[in-house]
């Protein structure tokens, strides 16, 4: 599957915005969806993640609250609602995804697959 990572930009503290990631090549239902985060000088880490179906999702306790995953299968896309943003969510976003699984959905190397990445800055 290739992934496609869009919609990130410039916003002020407390504001929104909202992340896609777009799917194509292999059936996208089948897999499980996560957002992930990497800020300057610091390691990537886990934001969020959505199963295949969309029943469940998990959230790192940094955003959770705040922010939302979901998916729309029938538009192979998957979203990231974010609210009450913070200057130190300033990162470069990244989706990924993996064939459907029951492992933890935080370790970097459990996905397949990664978009290229998006800019996200919250301004003071």
């Known amino acids: 599957v290739q992934l496609q990572a869009s919609g990130g930009g410039l916003v002020q503290a407390g504001g929104s915005l909202r992340l896609s990631c777009a799917a194509s090549?292999?059936?996208?239902?089948?897999?499980?969806m996560a957002w992930f985060r990497q800020a300057p000088g610091k390691e990537r880490e886990f934001v969020g993640a959505?199963?295949?179906?969309?029943?469940?999702?998990f959230y790192s306790d940094s955003v959770r609250g705040r922010f939302t995953i979901s998916r729309d299968n029938a538009k192979n896309t998957a979203y990231l609602q974010m609210s009450s943003l913070k200057p130190e969510d300033t990162a470069v976003y990244y989706c990924?995804?993996?064939?459907?699984?029951?492992?933890?959905?935080?370790?970097?190397?459990?996905?397949?697959?990664w978009g290229q990445g998006t800019q996200v800055t919250v301004s003071s």
């Open positions: 990924a995804a993996r064939l459907e699984s029951t492992y933890d959905p935080r370790p970097l190397d459990e996905y397949d697959a």
């Open positions: 090549g292999r059936t996208f239902s089948g897999y499980g």
């Open positions: 959505i199963t295949s179906s969309g029943r469940r999702t």
